[in-house]
């Protein structure tokens, strides 16, 4: 069964446009995502699906320089993009990630795709129920299962939201949730990008952990905003988009 991370990423991002290259300690968010991603044990590949315009040109350009794989397809049917990626580069299980998530902990992802392997559903992520911060999601699925949400749905917000068809229909898809020891003051932490204010947090949290540790975990990020609450305030306001 081979098991490919496919990373949902295009430079047309509506509230901060390019957020995907802005620059990290001199290397783009999008490749210090992907460093992360290659520590996890139980990946066989990692695949970007970035889209047809010409504008991800240069998010093509860096899955090369880095040597990862690249996928181009549909801007708004993103279901579509993804599921041709993982028939294209032969993807048996796919692990849905998107491009503004760039501190996703390798070992959190690891346990995700695990309790997938070992347990028969049809879909596993931490997502159900949020015990995790925001820019911890993880989604585990068959290629298979996609293939049926495909057929089953027309609906643009389903095509839009990859996995949202799945787990909004729990008597045709068997469900899993791994959820997390965590304190319930972190489930709605915000460690993923959607605006300035959110990159400036993920950007000073990068700064003050790289250098010492490349290999930065969930829980040394956490340490490091226990001491240093004013970093939350950088992004406490902003709210996370609905997706209906």
């Known amino acids: 069964m081979k098991t490919v991370a496919i990373i949902e990423a295009r430079m047309t991002s509506t509230r901060l446009p390019g957020k995907i290259l802005l620059p990290i300690l001199g290397k783009p968010m999008l490749e210090l995502l992907i460093e992360r991603l290659k520590r996890a044990k139980l990946l066989d590949q990692i695949l970007v699906a970035t889209t047809q315009n010409h ?43 998107t491009g503004d998530c760039p501190l996703i902990d390798p070992t959190v992802l690891d346990q995700v795709i695990q309790t997938y392997q070992t347990k028969n559903v049809d879909y596993v992520s931490n997502v159900l ?82 250098p010492q540790n490349p290999a930065f975990t969930l829980y040394d990020i956490l340490d490091l905003l226990e001491k240093r609450k004013d970093l939350i305030e950088l992004n406490q306001n902003i709210q996370q988009k609905k997706v209906r």
């Open 55 to 97: 504008s991800d040109d240069v998010v093509e350009q860096l899955t090369h320089r880095i040597d990862v794989g690249c996928f181009r397809g549909s801007e708004d049917d993103v279901l579509d993009r993804v599921l041709c990626a993982a028939h294209a580069n032969e993807a048996d299980v796919i692990v849905e990630i």
């Open 129 to 210: 129920k949020k015990t995790f911060p925001h820019g911890m999601e993880i989604q585990v699925f068959s290629t298979a299962v996609l293939d049926k949400v495909a057929k089953l749905t027309q609906d643009p917000i389903d095509h839009e939201h990859v996995s949202l068809y799945i787990y909004e229909h729990p008597e045709i898809f068997s469900l899993l949730n791994v959820g997390s020891d965590l304190p319930e003051k972190y489930w709605d932490l915000r460690l993923t990008v959607d605006t300035q204010e959110d990159f400036q947090l993920i950007k000073a949290i990068y700064e003050l952990l790289y």
